[in-house]
């Protein structure tokens, strides 16, 4: 659907509303593309405030289990926890695989390519590779 290119330094959560805006499914008649999807499903390593708000403000469900910490704080707050359908987060796999399957094209898991945009056609080029299989 939408990714976004950083360095190998930079953590996952920081890019999480510049994929989420980079979205757009097209409709199959006419219309605008679909820019907000129903449900998100993210590890714990999504699970903050600034995320939850975000999902929350745009009317998204969440799937996204809670870490530890966060956990004791809204315990020692009062507060109760966030809704988590573990059934639901078994389909994040999906993702986890297309990760694994992207790893199998060389140039993809070491990154020969100097410039961002060949590491990004790469990946694009991989991706349609994946899905016409």
């Known amino acids: ?4 290119l950083t360095g190998g330094n930079i953590n996952d959560c920081t890019q999480f509303t510049a994929v989420m805006e980079a979205i757009r499914v097209p409709r199959t008649g006419a219309g ?6 129903a449900q998100v499903i993210a590890d714990k390593g ?4 600034t995320i939850r708000t975000y999902l929350r403000r745009r009317k998204i469900g969440a799937t996204i289990p809670e870490r530890a910490d966060q956990l004791a704080g809204r315990a020692r707050r009062g507060h109760r926890r966030h809704a988590f359908d573990p059934i639901r987060y078994k389909r994040r796999n999906v ?5 694994n399957r ?4 060389k140039g993809i898991a070491t990154r020969y390519d100097k410039l961002a945009a ?5 990946v694009i080029i ?3 590779l994946l899905w016409l299989r």
Not at 1 to 4: E, L
Not at 46 to 49: H, L, P
Not at 118 to 122: I, Q, V
Request: overall charge positive; hydrophobic content about 35%.
């Open 1 to 4: 659907m939408a990714f976004v």
């Open 32 to 37: 605008r593309p679909r820019t907000r999807p």
């Open 46 to 49: 999504y699970s903050s405030r």
């Open 95 to 99: 993702v986890e695989r297309c990760f």
């Open 102 to 105: 992207l790893k199998h094209f």
């Open 118 to 122: 060949h590491y990004r056609s790469a």
């Open 126 to 128: 991989a991706c349609l």
